[in-house]
């Protein structure tokens, strides 16, 4: 995945502002211990001395060093042990002394012999897609804003919406909840206004939650920004974003223009992450020869055979809404 250069400059600051608060709580605890225990702060300081001990032996070359580095070594473990004994009778806590990092593997600096660290490729990621879904003018929303009395108890078909809309509820609940990289790809379908996007959005906001990259937005919108940065009118690269996010959330299949580029970057969207192994949510107004009708039978054969379909049944609940509110 490729990271804008905002994105790396977000990364430092962050890792630095992580540095500085780990380095103030260490500093506060250093200077309560030597308030409340001061045996252990002479220890610490102990351990401190001899380090410029072997520092001076090793300046005056002298030959039996090694054996007083190994017995060095083995007082100080047993000294760093005592400290430790003692934090957790003064503090119950044995590492309260230690540098309280957010990242123990880099020591917040991002970088690990060089290389970059987990926790700065996951903040890489996480900002290269905010800034994509920075266009995305979708509102999230959480899962308990969901009102199930907008759905009609009526039967329609044999069906009724609320009980449909309620094992719905619970199955979108429990897939953002379990979300994770075998999770299924999920085709949302059904008319206008049953909540398909508002689902989506609560999926959203709980997988980011979750720690994980969401990138949600409308197809129309992101093929539009792919669309520019092919030709150069802007920069970045969405279509790479979107092909890598952890979820992929398309809004509203149908509403972008019919066009033979449209088509082909959706195709590569849907198909390359289909091929990762990445989850993707697409939600539509389309029925399904509407769907057929519109999109050439590669697009249409992907989503039927790669995606849970999931119908969303009633009316629609806009005006429902609308009525209960006055
Ligand atoms: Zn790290």
């Known amino acids: 995945m490729k990271y804008s250069e905002q994105a790396f400059e977000r990364a430092e600051a962050e890792l630095s502002k992580r540095r500085k608060r780990a380095e103030e709580i260490h500093i506060k605890r250093t200077e309560e211990i030597e ?11 102990s351990l401190a001395a001899t ?9 005056e070359r002298r030959e039996d060093v090694p054996e ?14 005592t400290i430790k004994d003692l934090l957790e009778v003064v503090k119950g ?9 957010f990242c123990n593997v880099c020591k917040d600096t991002g970088y690990v012999n060089g290389t970059r660290c987990e926790c700065l490729k996951k903040l890489l990621r996480k900002y290269t897609i905010d800034e994509v879904n920075q266009n995305c003018h979708i509102k999230l929303h959480d899962f308990n804003e969901f009102r199930l009395e907008y759905y009609d108890t009526g039967s329609i078909n044999g069906v009724v919406p609320r009980d449909k809309m309620a094992q719905i509820y619970q199955f ?9 990289k075998g999770s299924p790809s999920l085709f949302f379908f059904g008319r206008t206004g049953l909540g398909k996007t508002f689902l989506s959005s609560c999926i959203a906001k709980r997988v980011m939650e979750n720690g994980f990259n969401v990138a949600f937005g409308s197809i129309l919108d992101f093929l539009r920004t792919i669309e520019n940065e092919r030709f150069g009118r802007a920069e970045g690269d969405t279509l790479d974003i979107l092909i890598n996010a952890d979820l992929l959330i398309l809004d509203d299949l149908g509403s972008e223009f019919q066009t033979s580029f449209n088509e082909s970057a959706l195709y590569d969207i849907i198909n390359s992450r289909i091929n990762l192994d990445r989850p993707t949510i697409i939600s539509t107004n389309l029925s399904a020869s509407e769907l057929n009708g519109r999109y050439n039978e590669r697009i249409v054969s992907r989503i039927t055979g790669c995606f849970d379909p999931i119908p969303f049944v009633g009316k629609d609940i806009r005006h429902v809404k609308r009525q209960l509110r006055y």
């Open 68 to 81: 007083i580095i190994e017995k060095v070594k083995e007082k100080n473990l047993s000294t760093q042990e």
């Open 93 to 101: 806590d044995r590492s309260y002394l230690d540098v309280p990092y």
């Open 35 to 45: 308030r409340v225990a001061p045996e252990i702060a002479t220890l610490q300081k």
């Open 51 to 59: 380090g410029a001990e072997l520092m001076r032996l090793v300046v």
């Open 172 to 180: 979108c609940r429990d897939y953002a909840l379990n979300f994770g």
